[in-house]
Every structure is written in structure tokens, then in C-alpha cells.
């Protein structure tokens, strides 16, 4: 019998900003981009043109997981690690040496290109938008300055992110904004209407700047943010499960609630989660097609495929796909008894479960079973989350 699921918490509501920095920092971004377009044009530089003759559509057809497109000029930003193509006839506006954080490139039917990056402590790229977003909810004439109309889930190259069109009520601009979050950096990608318009000109723009986005890649992730934080529990009363420890990277949130006889820890980033369960249920032996015969309670996984890792102090586990369910996938685990021939659930320290999405992406699979592997009894002591070193 698989562990039982826990429910899992919804995220913590996120906090409040001063509601004028995000405001000030776009807009002042926005206005030094006209500024670069107008000092363009008067060094003579023409927007239609300058390598030539301008095509009507990229025509790119960039592989589904992105890549080196042949033609298309590669920018490279020292300041926040990463490189990404564009096309040809799109201009590089001059850099400005106060926000080294800052591209910038227009394209030659109307559209400003901003790609940004910037720190965060947010545990996920739904709370770093619930911030942005809390904090321009009343910061112009009583209500918001940027507002999302629509936002779905896309790939920035192998990167999960966030796409929404948002209308910027200040400027009156109908924009498309991608934003995706590696670690501790958010990497922001603005597409903006320029020459006096209002709204993106064609979709030929919004075709190129996918395309663009299709290509975008890190050149280290040496820089990001790696530390790691411990949770640690207390033991529950009236439950044989002993206290336990569980690191993980500061990108990822955990949140727990506990009662009198159950303790639930649901560990996640985006649509990710790790999920802990100490709850009074009984003892199942997992059947793999590797164990010996065996007569009692079990549950049948014989023709379950798995994968088997060793946590860092020696517990070998075995992670096993249970079911689809419309959008999302659950994964469960089996413990090596530590005197014994079988694998059991749940685990010495409860259950456990991995939630993730249907289509998802492998290696935010091994990540979380990085974090697994630092799953450890701990002396019984309050529930903590402090900064710990990057397990090895």
C-alpha cells in the first residue's frame, strides 16, 4: 500500500514591497530605452536596416528544446551569466553603464526588446510574481500601474517560466513579459511597443522574439545562489516516527503544519513538490520484481520500473511512478529495511511523495532526489529552517 498523499499547503501569502521601487525601476528602464532609440537614429543609425535588407519573418525553425540558430547574432551578458540570439535585423542599442543588468534591442517594425535580470530570496517564480504583483496592485491613480491580463506556463529554452501579457497602465503600452527564475535570479524578458503605438505590431515580432527566447542559455551557474536550508522536526506524539532533518537550496519553500497525531512538510518550487507525511498508518511491503516471495500484507510493484539512490547517511530508497492524474503525476518511495530483505512504506521517517507535472522536466527530478538524499533522524528539537552548506 503506497503512502498516504499529504495535502499539500497553499504558499504563503507573499510579502509586501514599497510600492514605488518596482514602479520607478521599469519605468526608468522604459524611458533610458527611448533614450538609446533616439540617440540611434541621430548617430544616423537606421533601425530598418543596418545589416542589410530587413526580412519580413525570421523563417528560424529552432529545435523544441532551443539552440544555435544559423545566422542569428549571439549577445552575451557578463553580468548575469547568460547568452541569447536574435535576428539579424534586430539592433543591440547602446548599454548603459549604470545598470549593467540591462539589454536592450529593437526590431525593425516597432518593438523594444528589455531583457533584465535581477536577485531574489523568493522561493518560487509564483511567489516572486504575487510580490511584483501585490506591490502595483494601487500605485497609479489608486490602482495598478502594470496589470496581467493573461499569463501561461512556457519553456525559455529548458528553463520554466512564466509568460503574460501586461498592460502598463502608466504608459499605456500593451506588453508581453517572460519571466523565469534559475536559482536566485530572475531573468526578465520585456517586449514593448515603440514609434507611438500602443500595442505589439505583428505577430511576426512575437514569433522572432520566441525564437529568441528558445535560444537563451547560461554560461555558469557558478554565481547563483546555492545555499541550502535545514528543516528539522519534532516528534509527534502518540507516533512511533522519529524526528527528522531535510535540507534543500533557498529556491525551494517549505511549509508544514502539525497536529497532535500528524505532521505534514510539503517542500516545493513552481509546480514541484516534495512531500513528508507522519500520520498512524500501517506497515506495507513493496514488491519490486527483484524481491524474494513474500506472504503478509504488500503491495504488487513487479512490473513498476524505478529508480534506486542512497540518501547521504546510507538509507537505500526506491522512488517508483504511480499515476497520472489530469495535469500532474505522483511519484512514491519504498525504504530498504535496514534488517531485512524487503523494501517497505512508509519510510523509518513517514511517508513520501513526489507531486509533479505531467509533462515533467527530468532535471528538476534529480534535484529533488538531491534533496531527498539529505533526509535524516534528527535529535527531537524545534522546527527550523537556518542556512546550512550545499550537501556533496
Same mark, same amino acid.
Given at each position: 500500500?503506497?503512502?498516504?498523499?499529504?495535502?499539500?499547503?497553499?504558499?504563503?501569502?507573499?510579502?509586501?514591497?514599497?510600492?514605488?521601487?518596482?514602479?520607478?525601476?521599469?519605468?526608468l528602464m522604459l524611458v533610458g530605452g527611448i533614450a538609446a532609440i533616439l540617440l540611434s537614429?541621430?548617430?544616423?543609425?537606421?533601425? +530598418? !536596416?543596418?545589416?542589410?535588407?530587413?526580412?519580413?519573418?525570421?523563417?528560424?525553425?529552432?529545435?523544441?528544446?532551443? !539552440?544555435?540558430?544559423?545566422?542569428?547574432?549571439?549577445?552575451?551578458?557578463?553580468?548575469?551569466?547568460?547568452?541569447?540570439?536574435?535576428?539579424?535585423?534586430?539592433?543591440?542599442?547602446?548599454?548603459?553603464?549604470?545598470?549593467?543588468? +540591462?539589454?536592450?534591442?529593437?526590431?525593425?517594425?516597432?518593438?523594444?526588446?528589455?531583457?533584465?535580470?535581477?536577485?531574489?530570496?523568493?522561493?518560487?517564480?509564483?511567489?516572486?510574481?504575487?510580490?511584483?504583483?501585490?506591490?502595483?496592485?494601487?500605485?497609479?491613480?489608486?490602482?495598478?500601474?502594470?496589470?496581467? =491580463?493573461?499569463?501561461?506556463?512556457?519553456?525559455? =529554452?529548458?528553463?520554466?517560466?512564466?509568460?503574460?501579457?501586461?498592460?502598463?497602465?502608466?504608459?499605456?503600452?500593451?506588453?508581453?513579459?517572460?519571466?523565469?527564475?534559475?536559482?536566485?535570479?530572475?531573468?526578465?524578458?520585456?517586449?514593448?511597443?515603440?514609434?507611438?503605438?500602443?500595442?505589439?505590431?505583428?505577430?511576426?515580432?512575437?514569433?522572432?522574439?520566441?525564437?529568441?527566447?528558445?535560444?537563451?542559455?547560461?554560461?555558469?551557474?557558478?554565481?547563483?545562489?546555492?545555499?541550502?536550508?535545514?528543516?528539522?522536526?519534532?516528534?509527534?506524539?502518540?507516533?512511533?516516527?522519529?524526528?527528522?532533518?531535510?535540507?534543500?537550496?533557498?529556491?525551494?519553500?517549505?511549509?508544514?503544519?502539525?497536529?497532535?497525531?500528524?505532521?505534514?512538510?510539503?517542500?516545493?518550487? =513552481?509546480?514541484?513538490?516534495?512531500?513528508?507525511?507522519?500520520?498512524?498508518?500501517?506497515?506495507?511491503?513493496?514488491?519490486?520484481?527483484?524481491?524474494?516471495?513474500? =506472504?503478509?500484507?504488500?503491495?504488487?510493484?513487479?512490473?513498476?520500473?524505478?529508480?534506486?539512490?542512497?540518501?547521504?547517511?546510507?538509507?537505500?530508497?526506491?522512488?517508483?511512478?504511480?499515476?497520472?492524474?489530469?495535469?500532474?503525476?505522483?511519484?512514491?518511495?519504498?525504504?530498504?529495511?535496514?534488517?531485512?530483505?524487503?523494501?517497505?512504506?512508509?519510510?523509518?521517517?513517514?511517508?513520501?511523495?513526489?507531486?509533479?507535472?505531467?509533462?515533467?522536466?527530468?532535471?528538476?527530478?534529480?534535484?529533488?532526489?538531491?534533496?531527498?538524499?539529505?533526509?535524516?533522524?534528527?535529535?527531537?528539537?524545534?522546527?527550523?529552517?537556518?542556512?546550512?552548506?550545499?550537501?556533496?
Amino acid at each position: 500500500m503506497p503512502p498516504t498523499e499529504p495535502v499539500a499547503p497553499q504558499p504563503p501569502a507573499p510579502p509586501t514591497l514599497p510600492q514605488n521601487e518596482g514602479k520607478s525601476k521599469r519605468l526608468l528602464m522604459l524611458v533610458g530605452g527611448i533614450a538609446a532609440i533616439l540617440l540611434s537614429l541621430a548617430l544616423g543609425l537606421s533601425l +530598418l !536596416g543596418r545589416r542589410g535588407n530587413t526580412p519580413t519573418s525570421s523563417g528560424a525553425n529552432p529545435s523544441p528544446s532551443g !539552440g544555435v540558430i544559423a545566422g542569428w547574432p549571439t549577445y552575451t551578458s557578463a553580468a548575469d551569466f547568460y547568452t541569447i540570439q536574435l535576428p539579424p535585423a534586430w539592433i543591440a542599442l547602446p548599454r548603459t553603464p549604470n545598470n549593467p543588468h +540591462l539589454l536592450q534591442f529593437t526590431s525593425p517594425d516597432g518593438a523594444l526588446l528589455q531583457i533584465s535580470a535581477e536577485k531574489t530570496t523568493a522561493g518560487s517564480l509564483d511567489t516572486y510574481l504575487g510580490t511584483y504583483d501585490v506591490a502595483h496592485q494601487a500605485d497609479w491613480n489608486n490602482g495598478p500601474s502594470e496589470k496581467a =491580463n493573461s499569463t501561461k506556463q512556457v519553456k525559455v =529554452n529548458t528553463y520554466d517560466g512564466y509568460e503574460r501579457t501586461e498592460f502598463w497602465t502608466e504608459q499605456s503600452l500593451q506588453t508581453v513579459v517572460t519571466y523565469a527564475k534559475v536559482q536566485d535570479e530572475v531573468y526578465i524578458f520585456a517586449l514593448i511597443p515603440t514609434g507611438g503605438k500602443n500595442s505589439l505590431p505583428n505577430q511576426t515580432v512575437v514569433n522572432d522574439y520566441h525564437t529568441a527566447l528558445s535560444t537563451f542559455a547560461l554560461t555558469s551557474t557558478a554565481q547563483l545562489g546555492k545555499d541550502w536550508k535545514t528543516y528539522t522536526s519534532t516528534a509527534v506524539p502518540g507516533l512511533s516516527y522519529p524526528p527528522f532533518s531535510i535540507s534543500y537550496p533557498q529556491t525551494w519553500t517549505a511549509s508544514a503544519s502539525a497536529s497532535t497525531n500528524e505532521l505534514s512538510l510539503t517542500i516545493y518550487r =513552481n509546480n514541484y513538490e516534495i512531500d513528508i507525511s507522519q500520520a498512524p498508518v500501517g506497515t506495507s511491503v513493496c514488491l519490486f520484481s527483484d524481491s524474494p516471495t513474500f =506472504n503478509g500484507l504488500s503491495g504488487d510493484l513487479r512490473n513498476k520500473q524505478y529508480t534506486e539512490l542512497t540518501t547521504n547517511n546510507g538509507v537505500v530508497l526506491r522512488r517508483y511512478f504511480n499515476a497520472n492524474s489530469g495535469s500532474t503525476s505522483t511519484m512514491y518511495f519504498c525504504e530498504h529495511q535496514a534488517q531485512g530483505l524487503y523494501f517497505v512504506t512508509p519510510l523509518t521517517i513517514g511517508g513520501l511523495v513526489y507531486t509533479v507535472p505531467a509533462q515533467y522536466d527530468p532535471d528538476v527530478i534529480s534535484e529533488m532526489d538531491t534533496i531527498v538524499k539529505t533526509l535524516a533522524p534528527a535529535p527531537s528539537s524545534s522546527p527550523s529552517a537556518s542556512p546550512t552548506s550545499s550537501p556533496q
